[in-house]
């Protein structure tokens, strides 16, 4: 099994850092579950970057992916979520790119695993705008991934993981118990044995204007800041795992 996966920050691990702060995220734990399911080292590329558009995604870092050697037999792509927040986006645009990764992964022998991003748009301003295109293009890709016989994992329709105890302070990125939830959703939809990783509901938290006032104040004021610098996250960094790393199967306990 030679796993690679594609996309922005939500398959780089954004919101899920290990204790010495890099980061894990969902598509690190697919690979490792890969390994226990299969009882045999993975080889994991990851060439995610955080900020990126579907376009970048679905051209550059696929280049990049099919390029590896020895070549990948598996895998994910996820993209359009930073699309989605920028005006004008053209969501058919979005799904024509999509379909082109697809022909790519077939003509490559490449066995395609789509995902759609989890729905972070309850707790974002204007995330009623962000929810839908969302549906739109979820559904496009939806039906797209069936007429071309691919695997689609459908995180944005998951209700469970829409809840404020998947997600990171910024309201954007999935925490860690998310990025576990999307990880079962991906290994199920493999065919591997496993539950969807769920939390108990904590306490509701409370949006007082003190809370609304710091999370626009670190969170949202940056983010139209770089909007308008027209600067993105993702400027300078490069894919965590550019090449082959051994993902060594890890006994259950």
Known sequence: ??????????TEGLGDERPDGSLRGWADLVAEGLAVALGEAV???????????????ATAQLDAALALSPAPTL??????????????????????LTERAFRRCASAGVRLVLLSGADPSQRLPLGRTVHRRGVVLTAAIAELAARHDVLFVDAFNDVEVR???????????????????????????LGHTTEAHAVDPGPAARR??????????????????????????????????????????????
């Open 163 to 189: 809840r404020a105890e998947y997600w990171s302070p910024d309201r954007l990125h999935l925490n860690a118990a998310g990025h576990q939830r999307v990880a079962s959703l991906v290994l199920m939809a």
């Open 43 to 57: 080889h994991y590329a990851n060439l995610a970057i955080r900020g990126r558009l579907l376009e970048p995604i």
């Open 75 to 96: 895998l994910t792509l996820n993209g359009g979520g930073n699309d989605m927040m920028r005006a004008g986006v053209d969501l058919t645009r979005l799904v024509d």
């Open 208 to 253: 007082s204007l003190r809370v609304e006032t710091r999370y626009y104040r670190e969170h949202v004021l940056p983010w139209l800041s770089r909007r308008i610098r027209r600067i993105s996250s993702g400027d300078g960094v490069t894919g965590k795992h550019p090449d082959w790393v051994s993902i060594e199967a890890k006994p259950r306990v």
């Open 1 to 10: 099994m030679r796993y690679v996966a594609i996309g922005d920050s939500f």
